[in-house]
């Protein structure tokens, strides 16, 4: 398996509270990707990151805000957290997109907002 | 706006029967078309890929087929079995993107 972990594994928080969900690969690739997963909707993408302080928009990035400080480590934070954001979220990597690299996934985080 | 549609949304196949899952496409753009499997609790697997150069790429038996003039794509999976009740997804990416797009998945059961 890819070396990627996240954490925390579940999280369950209030509405309005802050969150953030941390993504650590070991592969040194140069793309990390947040995910949402939600029944019917498949994976969306929240955001991602194409190198070391360098990230954009997916088509799901109300409401959130990602950092990369590191080629190692992509944090995903929820700023106030809502119920609409009760999800199953996904951090993987891929080395490139050329020649179509291989995205590797996580194990996810299930996060509850209440 | 989705960029690629998958369906069914769910299947139920009998063992030994033969399952399949299509997808769809607009953007002319995309060359990479990979297909993931995700097995509960746990975060999707790449199972297979193609470029749209050939029309039929297999693996054992999983076999993806293209169709470039119609922008579509599909996953045969012959003589299922119960260890493949899954969730598939179809994406598609390009060299000129940043970004891989889903469609929406297939939950497969095969019954014994």
């Known amino acids: 398996d890819a070396g990627i972990t996240q954490s925390p594994r579940h999280k369950v928080t209030e509405t309005g509270t802050p969150v953030t969900l941390r993504c650590h690969q070991t592969e040194n690739h140069r793309y990390m990707y947040w995910y949402r997963q939600d029944p019917g909707h498949g994976l969306r993408l929240i955001h991602y990151?194409?190198?070391?302080?360098?990230?954009d928009k997916g088509e799901v990035s109300d409401g959130y805000s990602v950092s990369r400080s590191k080629t190692e480590d992509f944090l995903l934070t929820l700023e106030s957290a809502t119920s609409s954001q009760t999800s199953v979220y996904f951090c993987?990597?891929?080395?490139?997109?050329?020649?179509?690299?291989?995205?590797?996934f996580g194990p996810g985080t299930r996060l509850t907002v209440l | 706006q989705q960029q690629v549609k998958q369906s069914p949304q769910s299947l139920i196949v009998q063992k030994g029967g033969i399952s399949i899952i299509n997808c769809a496409y607009e953007?002319?753009?995309?060359?990479?078309f990979p297909w993931y499997q995700q097995f509960p609790g746990k975060g999707p697997a790449l199972l297979i890929a193609i470029r749209p150069d050939v029309s039929e790429k297999k693996e054992g038996r999983f076999t993806i087929s293209f169709n470039k003039s119609a922008k579509q794509f599909s996953l045969h999976i012959m003589d299922s079995q119960p260890g493949d009740s899954a969730t598939y997804f179809c994406a598609a990416s390009s060299n000129t993107g940043n970004q891989f797009y889903f469609g929406t998945g297939t939950s497969l059961t095969v019954i014994p």
């Open positions: 993987a990597i891929s080395e490139s997109l050329v020649m179509g690299h291989e995205q590797f």
């Open positions: 990151s194409y190198g070391v302080k360098d990230t």
């Open positions: 953007n002319t753009a995309f060359d990479y």
